[in-house]
């Protein structure tokens, strides 16, 4: 499987939030980014899509499963366009499956999996072959997907192979070391970084950023909402802005504001 084998390759078209209360952090999220929300029809435990203007779908809200000992999280979807490849490509380059394969009709088959490092994230192969076309994420969409890990520079030769991103600029983080950015075809989707040694005991993962309007109106919303800033607003190069945050059950998640 190589970078060139499909246009979807590599591609995050999905964001997923298990949380322990479905019901609060739908509410929260409509508040905060502007979302819509409805009920996905058929499915066998209930399941939430969040959908930003025009109703285009963005993310999903599922309850956490029983005895998943973890806090609640957003988890990204990155698509493929074979599923049993890319679990076997995976598996070779050292990272490992973290569930069973799950098929959802009409929507596509997928696997939660982990990285040589074991930052979690889903590989879905799409039922259909028609996707909205790609460029700059819209307000309410996933904008930003960053890495935190214990050896970035592994992790971005790993995510070359399986996904075919492409390390770009690397910014100099002094202490913490680089900051290396990685792209799609159409432009630069995140960046990967080693944990900072206060992040010891918090395992490799991925965050994911959603974009809004303002950054200091969404953080005022996340404060009136319930929600816990961790860090920001802060300017980012570029002009950007964004801030890291936590929604009342305890799922961290974060916000991109382009420059204005």
Do not use: C
Request: hydrophobic content about 40%.
């Amino acid at each position: 499987m190589t970078a060139t084998a499909s246009p979807i390759l590599g591609r995050p078209v999905w964001y997923e939030l298990m949380t322990t209360d479905m019901k609060a952090a739908e509410a929260f999220y409509k508040n905060v980014v502007g979302w819509t929300s409805a009920p996905f029809e058929g499915a066998p435990t209930p399941y939430t899509i969040f959908k930003r203007s025009n109703e285009a779908q963005t993310a999903g809200l599922m309850k956490r499963p029983e005895g998943m000992n973890m806090p609640p999280f957003w988890a990204m979807y990155v698509s493929v366009p074979n599923l049993e490849d890319a679990v076997i490509h995976i598996k070779r380059l050292g990272g490992g499956e973290l569930s069973p394969l799950i098929e959802v009709p009409t929507i596509g088959r997928m696997q939660m999996m982990r990285d040589p490092q074991g930052a979690a994230f889903y590989i879905i192969q799409p039922s259909s072959g028609e996707q909205r076309p790609e460029g700059a994420p819209e307000v309410g969409e996933g904008s930003w997907h960053e890495l935190m890990t214990t050896d970035a520079p592994a992790a971005m030769r790993f995510y070359t192979e399986v996904f075919g991103w492409q390390p770009t600029e690397a910014m100099d983080m002094g202490p913490m070391g680089k900051y290396q950015m990685f792209n799609r075809p159409h432009g630069m989707i995140g960046g990967m970084m080693n944990k900072p040694p206060e992040m010891a005991q918090v395992p490799p993962n991925w965050a994911i950023y959603f974009r809004v309007d303002d950054i200091n109106a969404a953080t005022e919303r996340v404060k009136a909402n319930g929600g816990k800033i961790l860090n920001g607003p802060m300017e980012v190069p570029g002009g950007d802005w964004i801030v890291n945050a936590m929604d009342p059950q305890g799922a961290a998640f974060s916000l991109h504001a382009k420059a204005r």
